[in-house]
């Protein structure tokens, strides 16, 4: 918690508490893509040492910049497809 700069669980529910309900009076209550479909989100940094953690895992993803994020993701595969054909 001392990442985030924050004393206590109950610093940290009151803080999320807070950022859920911006989103809410926002209308933002859609999935965000860059969340739930990559490996890792945030500086470009942070990024590239997890992707180094993974080691030979991350063969195939890659590192892409979004808005003001980095993110590493999944190789893209489309699904049904016979690449034989």
Same mark, same amino acid.
């Given at each position: 918690?001392?990442?985030? =700069?924050? $004393?206590? /669980?109950? %610093? ?6 807070? @950022?859920?309900? $911006? *989103?809410? +009076? !926002? ?7 860059? @969340?739930?479909? %990559?490996? *890792?989100?945030? %500086?470009?940094? &942070? +990024?590239?040492? /997890?992707?180094?953690?993974? =080691?030979? !895992?991350?063969? =195939?993803? !890659? +590192?892409?910049?979004? *808005?003001?994020?980095? /993110?590493?993701? $999944?190789?893209?595969?489309? &699904?049904?497809?016979? !690449?034989?054909?």
């Amino acid at each position: 918690m001392g990442l985030l =700069g924050i $004393e206590s /669980i109950g %610093s940290l529910r009151e803080l999320r508490k807070k @950022w859920v309900d $911006e *989103a809410l +009076v !926002r209308g933002e209550m859609g999935r965000e893509g860059k @969340w739930t479909e %990559s490996i *890792a989100v945030g %500086s470009g940094d &942070f +990024v590239e040492t /997890i992707r180094t953690k993974l =080691g030979l !895992r991350a063969k =195939g993803r !890659r +590192v892409c910049r979004m *808005a003001n994020d980095y /993110i590493l993701r $999944e190789p893209q595969e489309l &699904f049904g497809l016979n !690449r034989d054909m």
